[in-house]
């Protein structure tokens, strides 16, 4: 199993149904290869979790590389992992204020484009990420 962990902005604010079309397309697009994850949005960033296989990891990666919507593409972590942390999601999603998406930024700082995450700093990441996930029933 691999993991990609990145953070970009959006080429605008998203409303409701924008958001809602984007994240049709991206689970049909991750359950046909089979790669799980995470998306959360908050006043145009992007934080996103993919999980599978590598190459399928890096196919989808390669999609988000190429999406018009997505600029300032930040790869914060790629690598092996034991098992995938959001195996029930195609792409487990939420729209945040910023007051919680600062939570990840302790983490994930979006200002220095040159942070790649520690090992350390994944797991923490990640750990945050679930607990959000749980306690906010995430769909």
Known sequence: MHNIIYISTSDKLLNDFELAELLT????N??????????????GTF???LEGHKDD??????????DYRHRNITELANSSINKRNFENWAMGFS??????FSLFEAYIDPSDKSRFLSEEDTNAAIIILKSFAESNNMN
Do not use: P
């Open 25 to 28: 397309v991206s689970r049909e």
């Open 30 to 43: 991750n359950k046909a290869v089979d790669v799980t994850g995470m998306l959360l949005y908050a006043e």
């Open 47 to 49: 934080i996103q979790v």
């Open 57 to 66: 990891v890096q196919y989808i990666y390669k999609k988000v590389l190429n």
């Open 95 to 100: 729209s945040v204020n910023r007051e919680v």
